[in-house]
C-alpha cells in the first residue's frame, strides 16, 4: 500500500507530497485524475486538469488521465490496470464519498491499493482514504444530506485537512462530539505518506496528532508508528 495524503495546498505547498508521489509511481503508465469532489461552476473540469499539470510540471511529469462521473460510471477494475497511480482531487468531500460509492470506484480503490498502485488523496481525496469523512463537515457542506459517512479506511485514523492552529478548539469540540480518540490535523504544506507499517510525515511543514489530553507534533521524515500503530 502507498498512500499519499495531502493538506490540500496549492502547487508550492505541496511540492514535496507531489515529488514523493512522482517518485512512487511508474512513470511508463499515466496517472488517472479523479476531479469528481470539485465545483464545476467555479472551476470546470479542463481548468481541473490543467491544474494538476502545472503542479507536477517540476517533477517532469505530465501524463495524466482525467476520468469524471461519466466516465467513472462505465469503468471496472480491469480498466484501472492501465494506470501507474491514482491521483484524487479536492472539493466536497460528501459529493466525492457519494459519487466513488455509486459508480463502484469506491471498492476498486480499495482494491487497487492492496495491489500497490499508488494513490493520492488531496484534501477531500485525502478524507476519503481515512476511516471517515466526518471531520469534513467542519469546511463542507453535506447538501446531498450523505449519511454513511465511513471512508476507505486505508488509514485506520481520522484527518482534518487545511488545518491550522487556530482550528484547536474546533477539533477539541469534535472529539467530544463524536467520541473520537484522536485526529491527525495536516496543514497546506505538509502530508502524510502511509504503507502498511509506516506512517511518514511529509514536509515542509509539521503534522499534529491531537487527543482530548495532548498534542504531539511531528516533522517531515518523523514517523508516527509508535503513536498510531
Excluded at 189 to 207: C, H, M, Q, T, Y
Aim: with cysteine; net charge negative; proline share 3%.
Amino acid at each position: 500500500m502507498k498512500l499519499f495524503l495531502s493538506g490540500g495546498g496549492s502547487d508550492i505547498e505541496s511540492i514535496e507530497v507531489d515529488k514523493k508521489f512522482i517518485e512512487a509511481i511508474d512513470i511508463s503508465k499515466p496517472v488517472l485524475y479523479i476531479p469528481i469532489a470539485i465545483d464545476t461552476i467555479k472551476h470546470p473540469y479542463p481548468d481541473c486538469l490543467n491544474w494538476l499539470r502545472g503542479n507536477f510540471v517540476r517533477s517532469n511529469f505530465d501524463n495524466f488521465i482525467m476520468c469524471i462521473e461519466k466516465d467513472l460510471k462505465n469503468k471496472t477494475e480491469n480498466d484501472f490496470e492501465q494506470f501507474g497511480g491514482v491521483y484524487i482531487g479536492g472539493g466536497n468531500t460528501f459529493k466525492l464519498l457519494s459519487d466513488l460509492k455509486k459508480f463502484g470506484t469506491f471498492q476498486i480503490l480499495k482494491s487497487l491499493a492492496i495491489k500497490n498502485i499508488p494513490i493520492y488523496g488531496g484534501s477531500a481525496g485525502a478524507l476519503v482514504l481515512t476511516k471517515s469523512i466526518i471531520p469534513a463537515s467542519y469546511l463542507d457542506k453535506n447538501e446531498i444530506n450523505l449519511t454513511d459517512l465511513s471512508a476507505l479506511d486505508l488509514i485506520h485514523e481520522d484527518i482534518w485537512c487545511h488545518y491550522k492552529s487556530l482550528m484547536d478548539a474546533d477539533i477539541a469540540k469534535f472529539l467530544k462530539e463524536h467520541s473520537i480518540k484522536r485526529i491527525i490535523a495536516i496543514p497546506e504544506d505538509a502530508g502524510l505518506f502511509v504503507s502498511e507499517k509506516r506512517i511518514e510525515v511529509i514536509g515542509p511543514n509539521i503534522v499534529s496528532v491531537i487527543s482530548k489530553k495532548e498534542k504531539a507534533i511531528f516533522h517531515s521524515g518523523e514517523v508516527l508508528n509508535q503513536l498510531i500503530l
